[in-house]
């Protein structure tokens, strides 16, 4: 590395405690002066600390990184993102100005699959159910689906992603029919997951647990609606650790009530879940309060992959999660 980086921080204290590691800290000030700016969300002091950065580390919450912004970045070449998803903040003034982009999301793609397979066995094995009847004292005179083991039930996953692929891999490993429908996924890749492909229908129509792992898009928006729910079939279950947008809540909520449908949910249209939300008083309905990704190993592991992109930045190697603005057409 010829030259010392000047790299802006922008998260505060508790995200940076969160994140980036004392070990991981020391990686950074080993590549040039780090700047560190308490309020990701103050576009002034980001303007402000700008001029003659190389490199900007964002954050949750960072302001939008627009033209009055950027103007102030006399030299920045890579904006690093880490955590994932980067639509809240970037805008087309970065890709116009040639501006380099990378994320740190690989790291919640274990932890999030984990959590799908977690809610995929619940739902099988109708532990929700069992849960709240016991909690409320009783044994077993009460009416429960049957139960299913997840070797040899179909499960179909819409949207292959790289956390939709983690989630493949565990059920697929652990005997599970799985059937996927994703519009990008190739015959050669599907073979490699050892998957089959197959329309959103069909697979509604033939899953026991139908797990979404698809990107948030204007295509994707209740792509879950009263239509697709009817077709499931009677004690299946929905599993959506991904985004609330993909579903019709209110058609959700009616196929739950009902009973015939049972679901685990951890992203919600309204969050924090509301208090009075008829989905708290389900017992068919496993809840999560949005927390699918948020182990301390996740956390870490963001830190290290922003960490190593800056390395790689600064020796002038390939980037491992550079986002093009194509690219990024395709991303939740």
């Given at each position: 590395m010829a030259e010392k980086l000047r790299i802006v921080l922008a998260a505060t204290p508790a995200y940076r405690k969160m994140v980036f590691a004392p070990e991981v800290v020391a990686r950074l000030e080993a590549l040039g002066e780090v700047v560190v700016l308490d309020d990701p969300g103050d576009a002034g002091a980001l303007r402000a600390a700008l001029p003659g950065a190389d490199v900007l580390i964002t954050s949750w919450g960072t302001t939008p990184l627009t033209a009055d912004v950027l103007d102030a970045a006399d030299r920045l070449t890579l904006i690093a993102h880490s955590a994932s998803s980067v639509k809240h903040f970037v805008t087309d003034e970065v890709f116009r100005r040639g501006l380099r982009l990378t994320q740190a999301g690989q790291a919640m793609a274990l932890p999030v699959a984990e959590t799908s397979l977690a809610f995929t066995l619940s739902m099988l094995h109708r532990i929700q159910r069992f849960d709240h009847a016991m909690h409320a004292g009783e044994w077993r005179d009460y009416d429960v689906p049957p139960q299913h083991g997840l070797a040899g039930s179909r499960i179909g996953v819409v949207g292959a992603s790289r956390t939709g692929a983690e989630y493949i891999r565990m059920v697929v490993a652990l005997g599970a029919d799985v059937v996927v429908h994703e519009p990008y996924l190739t015959e050669e890749r599907a073979a490699e997951l050892g998957v089959r492909r197959i329309d959103l229908d069909d697979l509604l129509r033939t899953s026991r647990v139908v797990a979404l792992h698809a990107p948030t898009l204007p295509e994707t928006h209740h792509m879950i609606g009263a239509r697709e729910l009817a077709l499931m079939?009677?004690?299946?279950?929905?599993?959506?650790?991904?985004?609330?947008?993909?579903?019709?809540?209110?058609?959700?909520?009616?196929?739950?009530?009902?009973?015939?449908?049972?679901?685990?949910?951890?992203?919600?249209?309204?969050?924090?879940?509301?208090?009075?939300?008829?989905?708290?008083?389900?017992?068919?309905?496993?809840?999560?309060?949005?927390?699918?990704?948020?182990?301390?190993?996740?956390?870490?592991?963001?830190?290290?992959?922003?960490?190593?992109?800056?390395?790689?930045?600064?020796?002038?190697?390939?980037?491992?999660?550079?986002?093009?603005?194509?690219?990024?057409?395709?991303?939740?």
């Open positions: 079939p009677d004690g299946a279950a929905l599993v959506n650790t991904a985004r609330s947008w993909l579903v019709d809540t209110d058609a959700l909520l009616a196929e739950v009530r009902s009973g015939r449908l049972d679901a685990a949910l951890d992203v919600f249209d309204v969050e924090p879940l509301p208090a009075d939300s008829p989905f708290r008083g389900l017992t068919n309905v496993l809840l999560m309060p949005h927390q699918a990704a948020a182990t301390v190993e996740c956390y870490f592991e963001m830190g290290e992959i922003t960490a190593d992109e800056l390395e790689r930045h600064a020796t002038g190697q390939a980037l491992r999660y550079e986002l093009t603005e194509v690219a990024l057409t395709r991303m939740g």
